[in-house]
């Protein structure tokens, strides 16, 4: 047993986006902070997750583009690639951001103990590491960032071999030659995108009527038209049923409009959603309330527990880093608040439906706010716009043609309801609407807005105009 606990001000339990960045704006506002970590700085996002993935995403670009020369003026013969160097470059872009999160932990005077977490009650923890405890920890405050885990179905477990989460996704030995994806979300449709622009011949399943399930409607169709013309086979209301393991292979077999059919590939990726890592954590030695297998939290990102607060995937949808970070700098300012050294009127709650969501697929996909369906629900009276990609000059010299804006206005005050993007760099545009949708701009802030020319964001004004009847372009 450790004699004596360390002291904190703030103890934060993982150092993922949500923890790393809590702990950074907690050290700016003069609070002495700790933070817990047991695998590695960064947590998923950035060693297993948001980063790598795009830097795989990258390469699996660069190959497309590397086999449709001609369309550019160039020619290239026997274009190769070797695939253990793809696989080593994500995992080399991964490893210098977690070092240079070192570098911020140390800068900002942040203390960083390697271990488990588990609460002996709301002002203590003891960490752990590998069965031995390591240290114990007393602080004012504890903010829960542990994060979240792939789902597991019964009967379909990861097996590192045929069956794969995305971690072993991220990592294979070699490119399958075929591949099953479950499940359509924005994880399933980049590995499915991903790998099918590598080579593999790919089958895309997902349980409910369109790909991309939160996605505006239209938008998903759009994707989904764009990916069976790469060459993406899809089923959607596909069930799983089980699947079973061959020599080199694994058949799966799927209920599709009522009929069992069986789907055979070499390897197959469960992208099925997560599960909130809420486990083990000693929470029934505090007041902390789990609901739904999420932690219960205000909107401040307080729980049931004065002393204890939980941010990120941890504390439910969306499950995006990035608002798990926004999370992590209100409850760091709450709880500097709390201790008389920021002021309580500068903190805001955050705002979901102002949350940019993005799909790094080829094409890319990227929305604000309530889809047209969702809106029209909520008893709005509508405006929509839109602008094709085919219509915009730049798009048109870059040879990305593929593509569409769509804007949602309330007809009667003008508010900005939602934007949906499919296309070239929307991942890079949409933050243009989730300004104007934090500003609260209306349509005659964005009409009267100048857009530079030639680039791809002028769609984002002619979408705007276009829902007034005053589209100059198409």
């Avoid at 009929?259 to 997560?274: D, F, H, N, P, S």
Wanted: aromatic share 6%; net charge positive.
């Amino acid at each position: 047993m450790t004699s004596q606990a360390k002291k904190f001000d703030l103890c934060i339990i993982g150092a993922g986006p949500g923890g790393y960045v809590a702990a950074i704006r907690a050290a700016q506002l003069g609070l002495k902070v700790g933070i817990v970590e047991a695998n590695h700085l960064g947590g998923i996002c950035l060693n297993w997750g948001c980063i790598p993935t795009k830097a795989l995403l990258k390469s699996s670009e660069v190959n497309h583009m590397l086999h449709n020369l001609e369309s550019y003026g160039f020619a290239a013969e026997k274009v190769t690639f070797d695939f253990a160097k793809i696989i080593e470059r994500s995992r080399g872009v991964s490893k210098k951001l977690s070092s240079g999160i070192g570098g911020l932990m140390k800068k900002n005077k942040i203390e960083v103990i390697d271990g488990f977490a588990k609460f002996l009650d709301s002002k203590k923890i003891s960490v752990s590491k590998d069965n031995k405890e390591v240290a114990q920890v007393e602080a004012t405050y504890f903010i829960i960032a542990t994060g979240a885990r792939a789902r597991i179905i019964p009967g379909m477990e990861p097996d590192v071999e045929n069956i794969w989460t995305y971690r072993e996704a991220m990592t294979p030995k070699a490119l399958p030659k075929s591949l099953l994806v479950v499940g359509s979300g924005a994880i399933g449709c980049e590995f499915a995108s991903f790998y099918k622009n590598m080579g593999s011949e790919v089958t895309l399943i997902e349980m409910t009527e369109n790909i991309l399930p939160v996605e505006d409607e239209e938008i998903s169709k759009l994707a989904r038209k764009s990916f069976e013309k790469q060459g993406i086979k899809i089923h959607t209301s596909a069930a799983l049923k089980s699947l079973k393991k061959g020599k080199g292979s694994i058949t799966a077999s799927i209920e599709i409009a009522g009929k069992l059919e069986e789907i055979t590939a070499e390897k197959v990726i469960m992208a099925v959603g997560i599960v909130a890592n809420t486990e083990n954590l000693g929470l029934e030695k505090t007041k902390v309330k789990v609901v739904k297998g999420n932690i219960e939290i205000n909107g401040y990102l307080e729980t049931a527990d004065a002393n204890i607060f939980a941010i990120g995937d941890v504390a439910g949808a969306p499950w995006l880093a990035h608002k798990a970070s926004h999370e992590g700098v209100i409850a760091a300012e709450k709880i500097a608040s709390k201790m008389g050294k920021h002021d309580a009127k500068k903190i805001h709650s955050i705002k979901k439906e102002n949350i940019p969501g993005c799909t790094y697929s080829m094409p890319q996909i990227a929305s604000v706010g309530l889809t047209e369906k969702k809106a029209i629900a909520a008893g709005k009276k509508i405006k929509v716009g839109r602008f094709p990609y085919m219509a915009n000059g730049k798009a048109i010299a870059m040879g990305e043609t593929e593509g569409l804006i769509k804007v949602i206005f309330d007809e009667k005050t003008g508010e900005l309801l939602g934007a949906h993007l499919i296309g070239a760099e929307v991942t890079e545009m949409i933050q243009g609407y989730v300004i104007a949708k934090q500003a609260e701009l209306t349509e005659e802030d964005l009409m009267h807005t100048i857009f530079a020319h030639p680039t791809m964001s002028e769609m984002m004004h002619e979408a705007v105009l276009d829902a007034y009847g005053k589209v100059i372009h198409f």
